[in-house]
């Protein structure tokens, strides 16, 4: 953050590039956490920009800062004050060469516009601009020009390929509360196919002995699987990691079992006859 300019920013533009340092992050890697380009990323942090709710709740999540902070600085009352960081003309070599340009071709700019469009004037504000790497020298004939012009190759070098950043990721209490959910959710499911067994066994014939111990085969086996899921899901949450947290075949399993379960029945019972 240059130190010039530090007064007229938002009091959490200095927190934000502090954390943005911590974590080593690129204004491109930020972007792509919360789904937004890397230009607007950085009008954000020097308060050129408005932040969505959502917005606020991944850039919380990316830079390990607290939402309610956030929301005290960026939050719905929070409209940004555009422009009026830059002097004029301006000192900085590189802000100087994009006031090189407007001063260049301005005019030109101006006359294509209203040449495509009429009358009217164009938006600062809501534009779309891109920042890129071009090889200046990847032909003969700019290769010569540029021989000739300065012996120095170009400022911006190819850097090499930056390391994957490991995003921590925020745990909200919710979340152990609704893996416990699921895991009473499968043991209300073992309660009733467990009663079912239980009052087969108690009045039931030979047949309904045989379908009673299938079903509490059945119910035992879903009891084991759910208490073996909830503590898989809940180490992962506990560890902060990421990826699938569901089971497609747990479930198709004891589904199929289930349906041997009923099938057996009917066919004892047809078997031996009412």
Not at 171 to 194: D, I, Y
Not at 195 to 207: E, K, Q, T
Not at 229 to 246: S, V
Request: with cysteine; hydrophobic share 45%.
């Amino acid at each position: 953050m240059n130190e010039k300019i530090k007064d007229k920013l938002p009091p959490i533009s200095a927190q934000l590039f502090n954390a943005k340092a911590k974590k080593k992050l690129t204004f491109a890697q930020i972007g792509d956490i919360i789904n937004r380009d890397e230009i607007w990323v950085a009008a954000v942090f020097y308060g050129q920009a408005k932040l969505d709710p959502e917005d606020l709740e991944k850039l919380s999540i990316a830079l390990d800062i607290s939402l309610t902070n956030l929301n005290d600085n960026f939050g719905s009352s929070f409209y940004p004050n555009k422009g009026g960081l830059i002097e004029t003309p301006p000192r900085d070599p590189l802000i100087y060469r994009l006031y090189e340009i407007l001063e260049v071709y301005g005019y030109p700019l101006k006359a294509v516009i209203h040449e495509k469009f009429g009358d009217g004037i164009m938006s600062a504000v809501d534009f779309t601009a891109k920042v890129d790497k071009f090889n200046l020298l990847s032909s003969p004939q700019r290769k010569k020009k540029r021989r000739v012009m300065s012996e120095t190759e170009p400022l911006l070098q190819e850097r090499p390929p930056q390391k994957r950043v490991a995003i921590p990721v925020r745990v909200e209490p919710k979340v152990f509360f609704a893996n416990e959910r699921t895991f009473l959710s499968w043991l209300q499911f073992t309660v009733v196919l467990g009663g079912l067994a239980i009052g087969l066994l108690n009045f039931g014939d030979r047949v309904g002995k045989i379908s009673a111990a299938l079903f509490t085969f059945v119910a035992m086996a879903v009891m084991i699987y759910a208490l073996s899921i909830y503590h898989w899901r809940a180490d992962r949450i506990r560890k902060r990691e990421g990826g699938a947290y569901d089971d497609r075949f747990g479930p198709t399993i004891l589904c199929i079992f289930l349906l041997a379960a009923v099938i057996t029945n009917f066919a004892l019972r047809f078997s031996a006859g009412f």
